[in-house]
Nanobody, 114 residues
Framework: VQLQASGGGLVQPGGSLRLSCLAT????????MAWYRQAPGKERESVAS???????NYADSVKGRFSISRDIAKNTVYLQMNSLILEDTAVYYC?????????WGQGTQVTVSS
């Protein structure tokens, strides 16, 4: 099973992007799906997460700007990012967790620049 992250790119401050994370096949027993990011020279940090029941959680830095959602039928989790700022520049990774292990995507670059 692989997680394929996509949707990154170059965007101006104030712009929007939607990231997608597709599981190449169904992962049984998934409890939580999340997005992380890692900026140059910084540690990887949690951005947003969503449980199988739909409960969401966000880092303070993205609350009100980012929205995480999932489409179970499509094995996909999304991260809608609005009002992007320079500090959002990072490689974004998705992670799915079930009772046995974590699955990480390969990362997609988001660059916010004027």
């Amino acid at each position: 099973v692989q997680l394929q992250a996509s949707g990154g790119g170059l965007v101006q401050p104030g712009g929007s992007l939607r990231l997608s994370c597709l599981a190449t096949r169904k992962i049984g027993g998934v409890r939580i799906m999340a997005w992380y990011r890692q900026a140059p020279g910084k540690e990887r940090e949690s951005v947003a997460s969503i449980t199988v029941g739909g409960h969401t959680n966000y880092a303070d830095s993205v609350k009100g700007r980012f929205s995480i959602s999932r489409d179970i039928a499509k094995n996909t989790v999304y991260l809608q990012m609005n009002s992007l700022i320079l500090e959002d520049t990072a490689v974004y990774y998705c992670k799915w967790t079930n009772n046995y292990r974590e699955y990480w995507g390969q990362g997609t670059q988001v660059t916010v620049s004027s």
